[in-house]
T-cell receptor
Framework: LAKTTQPISMDSYEGQEVNITCSHNNIATNDYITWYQQFPSQGPRFIIQGYKTKVTNEVASLFIPADRKSSTLSLPRVSLSDTAVYYCLVGDRYGGSQGNLIFGKGTKLSVKP | ETGVTQTPRHLVMGMTNKKSLKCEQHLGHNAMYWYKQSAKKPLELMFVYSLEERVENNSVPSRFSPECPNSSHLFLHLHTLQPEDSALYLC????????????FGPGTRLTVT
């Protein structure tokens, strides 16, 4: 059973900023928040991981409020190639097999021209 | 390229056949994983290996038999499968088990006839 809740689908247009919010009300103290991207018939690809506040890399930003019960993945200026399923996961990064990732259904993002 | 390769990419087998899926990682990671992704279902974690030792077996039927001869190679031996076992089988690796960044292979599309 996935420990996160996120919208099933979202639509956007090229050049827009997309924010996908994920709820994880029962996040544990040792849990990190991780986002993956998956294209059809391919394996998921790591996007970003964070523990608190804000994390930014060359692909996306991750915003985590102080209570850590939710997080928002921000994709700046999306393009058609960003059409994919985005997964939000929480798990203990240093928990060994106890921290194994549990994938939910993800958010299917459709970017239109 | 993620550094994780899988062969074959596509496999069609009858219910009485025996076949094996192969995964190889060139990243020097200590943990390797098998996932199953059926149509319209979330990724399901099947097996986890850490330093060639199986540390997780998520109630997978015995017709799926994993093997990890060394830290770079992972096999999934298949025998007497059912049509409902048709799915995309994904291999992944990470530095250590836990919610670390996982690198996924391209997957094997398996069809059981």
């Amino acid at each position: 059973l996935a420990k996160t809740t996120q919208p099933i689908s979202m639509d956007s247009y090229e050049g827009q900023e997309v924010n996908i919010t994920c709820s994880h009300n029962n996040i544990a103290t040792n849990d990190y928040i991780t986002w993956y991207q998956q294209f059809p018939s391919q394996g998921p690809r790591f996007i970003i991981q964070g523990y608190k506040t804000k994390v930014t890399n060359e692909v996306a930003s991750l915003f985590i409020p102080a209570d850590r019960k939710s997080s928002t993945l921000s994709l700046p200026r999306v393009s058609l190639s960003d059409t994919a399923v985005y997964y939000c996961l929480v798990g203990d990064r240093y928990g060994g097999s106890q921290g194994n990732l549990i994938f939910g259904k993800g958010t299917k993002l459709s970017v239109k021209p | 390229e993620t550094g994780v390769t899988q062969t074959p990419r596509h496999l069609v087998m009858g219910m009485t056949n025996k076949k094996s899926l192969k995964c190889e990682q060139h990243l020097g990671h200590n943990a390797m994983y098998w996932y199953k992704q059926s149509a319209k279902k979330p990724l399901e974690l099947m097996f986890v290996y850490s330093l060639e030792e199986r540390v997780e077996n998520n109630s997978v039927p015995s017709r799926f038999s994993p093997e990890c001869p060394n830290s770079s190679h992972l096999f999934l031996h298949l025998h007497t499968l059912q049509p409902e076992d048709s799915a995309l089988y994904l291999c992944a690796s990470s530095q250590d088990p836990g919610a670390e960044e996982q690198y996924f292979g391209p997957g094997t599309r398996l069809t059981v006839t």
